[in-house]
């Protein structure tokens, strides 16, 4: 079930807010172990074929560590990697393999389809963190249910952040309810949870109107004018962020409402004057991920100009291998890669970049590269790039109105995060999040859009 859904709302959100609240007064030592079944049941929701899958990815990589930590070879944490790497293959790149197999001449590929489990990409990189950080000494020895905590916890599971283990481990044996900032920070997590709900279904949901038949008509080979293309660009430039960020803070939200804090993912990231300060903004965790487990490893920026330009090539081609499978996709992370490349020359040449002039490339590159992720192949982009470089009749009736709330609020209003942690809960504070809250359930039953873009990765 998506956030945003009113099953979640007004259904599984308050059940398990009451017995988790029971559960931490009565039964303290039952709490760990209740938010476990209460995270499968939410991951089953959707489809429960898929939670034999996370409870056997669970086990058999909580076995691993244990065997490990009891002098087992260190052979067994690489292949325990590499297995979870095999699997997200299996599931998510079987098709695409198989695509590209099918291009050698006079070769027919087996081709597999299934469905693609929830959040695998997400809890795949959570397995390999810990294991990694393992062997090389530097994470602990955790228990089973803590590790499954630290695995499936319900607000970060199906869409991240991705979380470090040092980031949430020490949480899990805090008693949420005797903290003397208890009610502050349930406070914050409600208004984190609603500015975060609100962004997604006033701000995100409505920009996908303006977005999907411009690129759903590109697929289809039609011509889009100029106008079509900067319209759907912009629409989903604005889309992917409202729909990601905003999911993101109804994440960090609910997970104070449990007594635990996430680690922050979106910094106002179109806000960037240069396309390194976009990727310290944007899905900040997983930006931290692919530097310190890929990056890093490669060579990073310790061996030479030429080890890093590919070490960065690699590491954003890889990471948009990760988003889909499509080379599309690859495309995308390609095309990042050789931009952090040529930012890196033109920092190393001492070339001056004016703040302005380094946000209107840096922004323009983002919109543009969006079209490479968005785009369902080649083809469907290059009509789009036709349109937005003027190779197409120019049309008119662009809807301009459509885009102020979202450029304002992306380009000039505060943070979730950073106008949540500077504001203390107060009565008034409450009544207007009560009355946002009520705001976005309406317009969730009245136009529901249970679209959320990261599911498909």
Known sequence: ????????????????????????????????????????????????????????????????????????????????????????????????????????????????????????????????????????????????????????????????????????????????????????????????????????VFLGDPLAAYANPVFQAAAEGRAVSVIEAWQGTLAFTFQIYFDFSGYTDMALGLALLFGIVLPQNFDAPYRATSLRDFWRRWHMTLSRFLRDYLYVPLGGNR???????GALFATMTLGGLWHGAGLTFVAWGAAHGLGLGLGVLWRRAGLPMPAALGWLITFAFVALTWVLFRAQNFEAALVMFKGLFGFAPVGHGFKWRAFVPAILVALVGPTAWAAVHRLTPRPALAAAVALLLVAALLRVGDDANFEFIYFQF
Request: proline share 7%; hydrophobic share 55%; net charge positive.
């Open 303 to 309: 061996h030479g100009l030429a080890i890093q330009f």
């Open 1 to 200: 079930m998506l956030f945003n859904s009113f099953a979640f709302l007004i259904g599984f959100l308050p059940v398990a807010l009451a017995l988790h609240a029971l559960a931490a007064r009565a039964r303290p030592a039952w709490r760990l172990p209740l938010l476990v079944v209460l995270s499968l049941v939410f991951y089953g929701w959707w489809d429960p074929r898929f939670v034999p899958l996370l409870v056997l990815s669970v086990g058999l990589n909580w076995l691993v560590a244990r065997r490990f930590g009891a002098g087992g070879g260190r052979w067994l944490i690489p292949l325990a990697v590499a297995g979870n790497l095999a699997l997200l293959a299996l599931f998510k790149y079987a098709g695409l393999l198989a695509d590209l197999a099918g291009l050698i001449p006079g070769f027919d590929p087996l081709r597999l389809s299934w469905a693609l489990p929830l959040g695998i990409s997400f809890f795949t990189f959570h397995h390999v963190m810990y294991l990694v950080d393992l062997r090389a000494g530097r994470a602990p020895q955790m228990d089973l249910t803590r590790y499954a905590l630290y695995i499936a916890f319900f607000p970060q599971v199906l869409a991240g952040p991705l979380v470090r283990w040092s980031e949430i481990l020490h949480q899990f044996d805090e008693a949420p309810y005797d903290r003397p900032d208890a009610w502050e920070r349930i406070g914050r997590g409600l208004t984190l949870f609603c500015i975060g709900l609100a962004k997604k």
